[in-house]
């Protein structure tokens, strides 16, 4: 049995943000292995973050970004639970990270629920046709654009993203992970997104 020491504990809290406790509890489970307890504690936050998910969030902040000298401007609205969470230092960094994620990945939905049908279809319909024009039959072209449909989400949503400064964690992890942390549900409401010489829409 391997012995747990407190800096292996606060090693773990630096890596996760998870409480003294959860920490400990997880190191024991997994003997010391670091990597075996930062996964378990995503899988307990994730556990922790669903059950929270229904609750209302009437409360948050406006977060506003500028990047690249002025080129490009975010303001994005994040909600959560109650007003002490909203001015909660962990919160505004959160806000602050996925406005710097739209100024830089610039997606165009909040999640895939809010994809428009015919969008999805004509990203379809092109998808398709350029894998029947590569060679593919009709009954595999559709298998393979079900794939090329999930990079597409992927690039255009922001919860399905890739965070920037860690690409192995998408936007919706970070989410749920701030959640786990904080203790309160938090949704992303809206966003838009500013480049300096963009044509109106």
Do not use: W
Request: hydrophobic share 35%; with cysteine; charged share 35%.
């Amino acid at each position: 049995m391997h012995d747990i020491t407190a800096q292996m504990v606060k090693d773990l809290r630096d890596r996760t943000g998870a409480s003294f406790i959860d920490c400990k509890n997880v190191l024991n489970d997994t003997d010391g292995d670091m990597d075996k307890s930062v996964e378990l504690l995503k899988i307990k936050g994730v556990a922790k973050a669903s059950k929270k998910a229904s609750r209302v969030t009437p409360e948050g902040s406006i977060t506003s970004y500028i990047h690249a000298g002025g080129k490009i401007g975010v303001l994005l609205e994040i909600n959560c639970e109650t007003d002490f969470v909203a001015r909660n230092e962990e919160f505004q960094k959160l806000s602050r990270e996925i406005a710097m994620q739209i100024a830089a990945a610039n997606p165009q939905y909040i999640n895939s629920e809010d994809v428009p049908d015919s969008v999805i279809e004509k990203e379809k319909e092109v998808m398709k046709a350029q894998v029947i024009e590569e060679g593919k039959k009709p009954e595999i072209a559709e298998k393979i654009v079900e794939g090329k449909i999930k990079k597409f989400y992927e690039e255009i949503c922001l919860l399905e993203q890739a965070y920037i400064r860690e690409p192995k964690t998408k936007i919706s992890d970070l989410v749920q992970n701030a959640i786990a942390k904080i203790g309160e549900n938090i949704v992303v409401r809206r966003f838009e997104r500013f480049q300096l010489g963009e044509p109106l829409e």
